[in-house]
């Protein structure tokens, strides 16, 4: 299956928004694994042990590994999901771009290396960074357009012919950037007036919706502004408010607790 078709499958059987990002940091890990050889890894199987009824898809943020020497442990990550619940996407969250042969070796390094199923990009080099990641047609290409951050507005809200930046991003990854229908969109949930202008301007596109839980984005205002037609077209991620939501030996079972409360949560404003 593609991507979307992935995604799609997996948001129906577990009746899920909701996506887990894998962020872990080795000095907030339970003492239980802390010390173990792959000590993110473990703690990842752990929770994704805990949590695969509950979710649409996996997020692992590549610079909590390669931050902590451990790439061998993402690796793991991604190949044990692959695995242990094949039909839930990985979206390898690195927000590439660069030009085109470099790029080139950023997709390969995403789809062929690691084997996620989406990547993160960033679209601010233009289309041709963007083209090898659009390529392969089977995966997925998320791209930034009005981020979560604090400061995302210094770029993605300036004017420009009479719109902002971040509409700008949103029409050419609607018209131009789409040609394999495997492009979506990342729009932060604390910015929710700002996403349901995007859904307005991309009625028919996949929102990956960072921002709820410790960033403090309304989970309502995600759902009711963020969903397309159907009652889905959205992935609400959460990292620190699941991984972290019991810090005891107990972790995993607290984590599968908060991702499914935060799937229901979700799921009574659809």
């Known amino acids: 299956m593609t991507f979307m078709e992935k995604l799609k499958h997996a948001s129906q059987v577990n009746r899920s928004l909701i996506c887990v990002g894998l962020d872990p940091e080795r000095s907030k890990l339970p003492e239980c694994v802390r010390e173990k050889e792959h000590a993110l890894f473990e703690f990842?199987?752990?929770?994704?042990?805990?949590?695969?009824?509950?979710?649409?898809?996996?997020?692992?943020?590549?610079?909590?590994?390669?931050?902590?020497?451990?790439?061998?442990?993402?690796?793991?990550?991604?190949?044990?999901?692959?695995?242990?619940?094949?039909?839930?996407?990985?979206?390898?969250?690195?927000?590439?771009?660069?030009?085109?042969?470099?790029a080139t070796m950023y997709a390969k390094e995403a789809f062929e290396r690691y084997k996620a199923d989406a990547v993160t990009v960033n679209p601010y080099m233009g289309f041709d960074t963007l083209k090898p990641f659009l390529d392969y047609a089977d995966k997925g290409v998320i791209i930034l357009c009005r981020t979560s951050n604090p400061n995302s507005g210094d770029l993605q809200n300036l004017l420009c012919d009479g719109k902002m930046v971040y509409e700008h991003v949103a029409l050419l990854a609607r018209d131009k950037w789409n040609y394999n229908n495997n492009a979506a969109l990342v729009i932060g949930a604390t910015y929710p007036e700002e996403l349901r202008h995007v859904r307005e301007l991309c009625p028919q596109m996949v929102f990956l919706v960072p921002g709820v839980g410790a960033q403090g984005g309304d989970v309502e205002k995600v759902v009711r502004f963020g969903c397309d037609a159907t009652g889905h077209g959205i992935i609400i991620n959460s990292s620190r408010g699941i991984i972290y939501a019991d810090k005891t030996e107990n972790f995993a079972a607290g984590a599968g607790n908060a991702a499914r409360e935060l799937r229901d949560l979700a799921n009574s404003f659809c």
């Open 44 to 102: 990842n199987r752990a929770i994704i042990d805990a949590t695969v009824d509950w979710v649409c898809a996996y997020k692992p943020q590549a610079a909590y590994y390669a931050g902590q020497n451990a790439d061998e442990d993402l690796k793991l990550t991604i190949d044990y999901i692959h695995e242990r619940a094949p039909q839930i996407p990985v979206i390898l969250d690195v927000k590439r771009s660069d030009i085109g042969s470099t």
